[in-house]
């Protein structure tokens, strides 16, 4: 889906919504996001920490599983990610290969606390991805 029709006010306000949900008890660091479906759903999820702290979970793939979970997701076409942070921070390793899984060529919108913000896709951030093209 072209950058210009996804709704990005509305992931914006749906992505830092979500980071007042967020579980961080050893960080400190809320983060939200929320993503677009192909057929137009938006869902959305924050961290989710642990005292085992290997544990926790990103809000990116939250939102990913939790949109699987809830809806049977197929096509995830946009993301946005907030960060309570004075400039955008990119995702971790784990959160670029898990939505691959379900949209490879995603736009992806990193925010934060400042003006500033990053307009990528997800091939940019992760390019030679594996998925499942390399099981076929
Ligand atoms: N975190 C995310 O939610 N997404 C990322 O892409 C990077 C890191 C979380 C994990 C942990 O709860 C906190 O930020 C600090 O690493």
Same mark, same amino acid.
């Given at each position: 889906?072209?950058? /210009?029709?996804?709704?990005?006010? =509305?992931l =914006? $306000?749906?992505?830092?919504?979500?980071?007042?949900?967020?579980?961080?008890p050893?960080?400190? !660091?809320?983060?939200?996001?929320?993503?677009?479906?192909?057929? @137009? *759903?938006? !869902?959305? @999820?924050?961290?989710v =920490? #642990?005292? /085992?702290?290997?544990?926790?979970?990103c809000?990116?793939?939250?939102?990913?599983? /939790?949109? *699987?979970? %809830?809806? #049977?997701? &197929?096509e995830?076409?946009?993301?946005?990610?907030?960060?309570?942070?004075?400039?955008?921070?990119?995702?971790?390793?784990?959160?670029?290969q898990?939505?691959? =899984? !379900?949209?490879?060529?995603?736009?992806? $919108?990193?925010?934060?606390?400042?003006? &500033?913000?990053?307009?990528?896709?997800?091939? %940019?951030?992760?390019? @030679?991805? !594996?998925?499942?093209?390399?099981l /076929?």
């Amino acid at each position: 889906m072209p950058h /210009s029709t996804i709704d990005w006010p =509305e992931l =914006e $306000k749906a992505a830092r919504q979500a980071a007042a949900h967020a579980y961080v008890p050893y960080s400190r !660091f809320a983060v939200g996001a929320a993503l677009l479906t192909a057929d @137009g *759903r938006l !869902f959305t @999820g924050c961290n989710v =920490e #642990n005292a /085992s702290y290997g544990l926790t979970n990103c809000a990116e793939r939250t939102a990913v599983y /939790s949109a *699987r979970a %809830q809806a #049977n997701m &197929q096509e995830v076409v946009a993301v946005c990610v907030y960060t309570p942070t004075p400039t955008p921070t990119p995702p971790c390793g784990a959160c670029r290969q898990v939505p691959n =899984e !379900f949209g490879p060529t995603m736009q992806v $919108k990193l925010i934060c606390d400042g003006t &500033q913000t990053v307009d990528t896709t997800l091939d %940019q951030l992760l390019p @030679g991805a !594996f998925g499942p093209k390399n099981l /076929s």
